[in-house]
């Protein structure tokens, strides 16, 4: 099994900062990718950014110089540091990630609890 862990949500004011933390642990064999979603209250869920293990990063235009995601692949951790918090990027922050575990044959996606961050104005 394979579980993803997230923290560091949590309310901030307009134009501060959060650091989330998403930590992959278990039965991995080999990580592809990990990320961030978020879903806004009465939004379908969006992606916010992904890092593949080799190194590319994908960031929504929205967050596009304001967050930035890093990992420590020896820890199976990937962070988000948001700066220049705004209201509307108040939601619900979900880890994901594409894992091969252990004597698995297939790629799985696995999803954290979620984490809720709120940027009041």
């Known amino acids: 099994q394979v579980q993803l862990v997230e923290s560091g949500g949590g309310l901030v004011q307009d134009g501060g900062s959060l650091r989330l933390s998403c930590a992959a642990s278990?039965?991995?064999?080999?990580?592809?990718?990990m990320g961030w979603y978020r879903q806004a209250p009465g939004k379908q869920r969006e992606l916010v950014t992904l890092i593949t293990w080799a190194g590319s990063i994908n960031y929504a235009e929205s967050v596009k110089g304001r967050f930035t995601i890093s990992r420590d692949a020896a820890k199976n951790t990937v962070y988000l540091q948001m700066n220049s918090l705004k209201p509307e990027d108040t939601a619900v922050y979900y880890c994901a990630a594409s894992i091969l575990s252990m004597g698995g044959l297939v790629v799985r996606d696995y999803w954290g609890q979620g984490t809720q961050v709120t940027v009041s104005s």
């Open positions: 278990g039965s991995i064999f080999r990580i592809n990718s």
